[in-house]
């Protein structure tokens, strides 16, 4: 997979380089560019902002250098060899980290670990020019997306979140498959709660359940956590979760996919 962001801010995708997503770039299951958008700005001042048409407070982000820094990115990649284990090219998603997009979930998420080329364009100020979007569908997936209901300063944050969840679902990128399988909204319910040794720590027990040996009924008792955990936390997962189990109007199916949030 490739992955691009277009960005007034490179080094704050510099942590990217650690842990499991650098050991990914390192064995080329990934490689990810940076594109700094000043470069694309060819007035006098490299302005990429200006005052929004019709009135009102703060700055909108200039339509042409987002389109030439696109432009850019596009021409880069259809020159570039593909990266180990990809073939077929295919069009690429532009998403766009915005207060205003589709809430980001785990299905997004494992949706976005099946492309080829991820676009992140991070605005900053009050938001890019409409016209950006619109011109871009012709060769772009264009996918406004939020990572929850606050506002950033810019689309960075949101973009290396999102980056961090699509790309440990990438083959080969997290060490164990079982714990993408098992984690929480794999299952579209939250995670139990977990101990580690000693059984007994500043006079707080493990649950005796869980030192059983007993597996169907640790299995159980997860399972009953999950359930009331998500039920007094999260009423919105659990309905649906519970709807899903009766055959609502979206029962999901069962085949332990990695969707449902
Ligand atoms: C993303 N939840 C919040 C802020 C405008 C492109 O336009 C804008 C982008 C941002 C940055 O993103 C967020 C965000 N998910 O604030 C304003």
């Known amino acids: 997979m490739r992955i691009d962001a277009v960005t007034l801010f490179p080094d704050y995708f510099e942590p990217l380089r650690l842990s499991l997503i650098g050991k990914a770039m390192e064995q080329d299951l990934l490689r990810f560019e940076t594109t700094f958008l000043r470069d694309f700005a060819w007035d006098k001042h490299h302005r990429v902002d200006d005052t929004p048409v019709g009135g009102g407070a703060g700055m909108v982000m200039k339509p042409e250098p987002w389109a030439q820094a696109l432009d850019h990115v596009r021409r880069r990649h259809s020159a570039a060899e593909p990266a180990s284990g990809e073939s077929r090219p295919t069009r690429p998603v532009l998403i766009l980290p915005t207060p205003a997009g589709e809430v980001f979930t785990q299905r997004h998420a494992a949706d976005l670990a099946a492309a080829d080329h991820l676009i992140f364009a991070c605005g900053r100020y009050e938001g890019i020019d409409h ?48 714990s993408l399988v098992e984690e929480s909204h794999a299952s579209g319910l939250l995670e139990y709660p977990v101990y580690t040794k000693p059984a007994t720590w500043r006079g707080r027990e493990v649950p005796a359940t869980l030192l059983s040996g007993d597996h169907a009924r640790i299995a159980q008792w997860r399972q009953d956590q999950s359930l009331q955990r998500t039920r007094r936390v999260r009423p919105d997962l659990y309905a649906r979760y519970t709807q899903s189990r009766h055959g609502g109007p979206d029962a999901a199916d069962e085949s332990g996919s990695t969707g449902h949030a």
């Open 131 to 178: 016209r950006v979007f619109d011109w871009a569908e012709d060769d772009f997936d264009v996918r406004p997306l939020s990572i929850g209901d606050y506002v950033l300063n810019g689309g960075e944050v949101a973009a290396i979140a999102m980056i961090e969840a699509i790309t440990r679902l990438i083959p080969g990128v997290v060490g164990n498959p079982d």
